[in-house]
């Protein structure tokens, strides 16, 4: 038995099944909005790169008014020294522990305050919240610092745990509320179903809400890190009398000063200050995929 031969249809060719790819074609406003947005990056990015190269640069070109942008030497051991002779390796371990500390304590109570303030509703929550507010206008690290050093001091927390919990005191107060409104975004069926199984408040904070809270969490941490890292005035009131309590930042600051030399190792001090830019850019590389989705549903939602 013989098998029927398939025929093509009349007028109908193999090549015509093949749909055909036109060229996308470039818009010239496109064009220039990408020029635009090259150049100011560019120029944003300019003092970055006037940094890195002068950290490398003898000091000489660098006091040097026609010294160039690109070193005439290459002098790595700025990094060595900063690293070594100016003690940055304990500041860079002191920094991590304030900004670890900061960012734990940040994210647990941050995040649970943000999520009863938004599934419950609590007797006086207005007047808490209006005070929440009001706190924003009141520099916590500026006005209130030496209130806040003697305090710390009467409790035996002139340390580095002391410089943590300022600095919390001056960063929180943001992320509950961002909190509070990616929460009021979220579904309750599944909070409702937890509480069913006879979960209580906290069991279905932590086993239902706070997984999904990644996203603005991964905002919150960002943040927090950049803002305790970053932090200039706490730990320098701190560390006045005990030096060893100094962070990467004030150590950078204090670096200007070298009575040995007679002037002010400016490639030393950029040396320290790109290393200390070295967490901050890893963290956001990290987290950068939540970072704009948590940023603005906690902003938008609710």
């Given at each position: 038995m013989s098998t029927p031969a398939i025929t093509e249809p009349v007028g109908k060719t193999v090549a015509q099944d093949v749909p055909v790819r036109r060229g996308r074609r470039v818009r010239p406003l496109t064009v220039l909005l990408h020029v635009i947005l090259i150049a100011a990056s560019l120029i944003m990015l300019s003092p970055l790169i006037f940094?890195?190269?002068?950290?490398?640069?003898?000091?000489?070109?660098?006091?040097?008014?026609?010294g160039g942008i690109l070193p005439r030497v290459w002098e790595w051991g700025t990094y060595l020294q900063a690293w070594t002779t100016a003690s940055f390796s304990r500041y860079f371990v002191n920094s991590l522990i304030v900004t670890a500390l900061v960012v734990l304590l940040d994210t647990l109570a941050s995040s649970m305050t943000g999520y009863?303030?938004?599934?419950?509703?609590?007797?006086?929550?207005?007047?808490?919240?209006?005070l929440y507010v009001g706190t924003l206008f009141v520099g916590l690290t500026t006005a209130t610092l030496y209130p806040q050093y003697v305090i710390a001091e009467a409790l035996g927390l002139d340390n580095l745990l002391g410089i943590a919990l300022v600095q919390l005191a001056g960063i929180m107060l943001v992320h509950i509320f961002l909190i509070k409104a990616f929460v009021l975004g979220l579904g309750t069926e599944m909070e409702d179903a937890a509480r069913v199984d006879g979960c209580g408040l906290f069991g279905t904070y932590w086993r239902i809400a706070f997984p999904?809270?990644?996203?603005?969490?991964?905002?919150?941490v960002i943040l927090g890190f950049q803002a305790s890292w970053n932090n200039y005035q706490v730990p320098l009131v701190f560390s006045l009398a005990a030096?060893?309590?100094?962070?990467?930042?004030?150590?950078?600051?204090?670096?200007?000063?070298?009575?040995?030399?007679?002037?002010?190792?400016?490639?030393?001090?950029?040396?320290g200050a790109n290393m200390a830019l070295v967490p901050i850019v890893v963290i956001f590389i990290v987290l950068q995929r939540h970072f704009v989705r948590g940023w603005t549903d906690g902003s938008v939602k609710g």
């Open positions: 940094g890195l190269f002068a950290s490398v640069s003898p000091l000489d070109q660098i006091l040097s008014r026609n009863v303030l938004a599934r419950r509703r609590l007797r006086g929550q207005r007047f808490l919240e209006g999904m809270m990644r996203p603005i969490l991964a905002t919150t030096p060893d309590l100094r962070t990467l930042v004030v150590g950078v600051s204090a670096l200007q000063y070298d009575a040995a030399e007679g002037m002010t190792p400016y490639n030393t001090v950029l040396a």
